[in-house]
């Protein structure tokens, strides 16, 4: 009869069962996921594609060799920028749009919008309408891209992102 100090020794003497990883399939399927990838992937078109100008900032560059900086001048585009249709989105406490402008001038929704939008088109006769979104900073991302959405169907041809506290409309206050 063996004791129990005899089967502990035993256990410990022989050695551990070695355990087998297989590394061959699970690259051959990540292979397999990667080339399903590459051949599925369908790249933007032109008609995914808006054209945002958002504000800049004038930038200093050397004026010279002793290295004095001097401000460069503004781009046409951005003197333009008080000539373009101004769109004012402001939302309620959740992010759901809450008042639509167009100017100083309400609208009821975006079909509105549209609707005055292409008017407007029409008007410039085949020049660029252009277009200064100020949107409060509560307001949902979904319903913004509506906004661009349904300004880049009625024929806009630029979107400049504008700061909504520089343009009269006020950034949400914290509560009492």
Do not use: H, W
């Amino acid at each position: 009869m063996t004791s129990g100090v005899d089967r502990r020794r035993a256990k410990r003497g022989s050695a551990p069962e070695e355990v087998q990883f297989p590394v061959t399939p699970m690259l051959d399927m990540a292979f397999q996921l990667l080339a399903f990838f590459i051949l599925t992937f369908q790249s933007p078109t032109t008609e995914t594609r808006l054209d945002l100008y958002l504000p800049a900032a004038p930038v200093a560059l050397p004026g010279s060799a002793r290295g004095q900086a001097r401000a460069t001048p503004p781009r046409r585009a951005d003197l333009d920028l008080e000539n373009d249709l101004k769109i004012r989105a402001e939302a309620d406490d959740l992010g759901e749009l809450k008042a639509l402008r167009l100017g100083d001038a309400p609208l009821a929704d975006l079909e509105a919008l549209a609707d005055r939008l292409r008017r407007y088109s029409a008007v410039l006769e085949g020049r660029p309408l252009r277009v200064r979104l100020l949107a409060d900073d509560r307001l949902r991302y979904e319903v913004a891209a509506r906004i661009i959405g349904t300004c880049n169907a009625a024929g806009v041809a630029s979107i400049r992102l504008a700061d909504p506290g520089s343009s009269g409309l006020e950034p949400p206050r914290p509560g009492p």
